[in-house]
T-cell receptor, first 109, second 121 residues
Framework: KNEVEQSPQNLTAQEGEFITINCSYS?????LHWLQQHPGGGIVSLFM???GKKKHGRLIATINIQEKHSSLHITASHPRDSAVYIC???????????FGAGTRLTVKP | GAVVSQHPSWVICKSGTSVKIECRSL??????MFWYRQFPKQSLMLMAT?????????EQGVEKDKFLINHASLTLSTLTVTSAHPEDSSFYIC?????????????????FGPGTRLTVL
């Protein structure tokens, strides 16, 4: 079983919709990252969280350490948000990172 | 914000040749750099961790003699794919970690490069 599970695997939305991507993990972590990977492959780090909630523009990330769960929300989605969103955790034990399989988001105009 | 660059962004080479990929941290010192590989429609897989001035630590199943990593300075790490074969074709991504900043605890920030697409013919 993967230590980091994301859902859904694929997501299609209409422009303007509110989007939620979920991430559950099964190991002790020191931090959780949300990454955005564009079709060309380049990766952008969106958030790094260890507790609570962070907001940047239309993006919101939350984490519940007790439940080992994080969510990434996109408000007023736009076609340019189409990308693969990856959840990654830094394991406390080894201080290394483990990645989810990614959620492929397509936002249609 | 912190930036990590990779060069080249893509490379096509013949089977049997060696390819070098550079990873640079542009505005910070990275004592630790990571090399990942990503096959199509799969997630990133860690290949190795390199600390400046010391030998890289390779993940299980990654051949250290095939994937040579050099981290000679605090801003540069290189990955050389030796005697490349078509099965080495992949997207290679480096990531650099800066020093922890001290708040209520310490947190390492990790930054990702844009990746290098290697195609071996």
């Amino acid at each position: 079983k993967n230590e980091v599970e994301q859902s859904p695997q694929n997501l299609t939305a209409q422009e303007g919709e509110f989007i939620t991507i979920n991430c559950s993990y099964s190991v002790g972590i020191s931090a959780l990252h949300w990454l955005q990977q564009h079709p060309g492959g380049g990766i952008v780090s969106l958030f790094m969280l260890s507790s609570g909630k962070k907001k940047h523009g239309r993006l919101i990330a939350t984490i519940n350490i007790q439940e080992k769960h994080s969510s990434l929300h996109i408000t007023a989605s736009h076609p340019r948000d189409s990308a693969v969103y990856i959840c990654a955790v830094r394991r406390k034990r080894n201080n290394d990172m483990r990645f989810g399989a990614g959620t492929r988001l397509t936002v249609k105009p | 914000g912190a930036v990590v660059s990779q060069h080249p962004s893509w490379v096509i080479c013949k089977s049997g040749t060696s390819v070098k990929i550079e990873c640079r941290s542009l505005d910070f010192q990275a004592t630790t750099m990571f090399w990942y590989r990503q096959f199509p429609k799969q997630s990133l897989m860690l290949m190795a961790t390199s600390n400046e001035g010391s030998k890289a630590t390779y993940e299980q199943g990654v051949e250290k003699d095939k994937f040579l990593i050099n981290h000679a300075s605090l801003t540069l790490s290189t990955l050389t794919v030796t005697s490349a074969h078509p099965e080495d074709s992949s997207f290679y991504i480096c990531s650099a970690r800066d020093l922890p900043f001290l708040t209520s605890g310490s947190m390492w920030a990790q930054y990702f490069g844009p990746g290098t697409r290697l195609t071996v013919l």
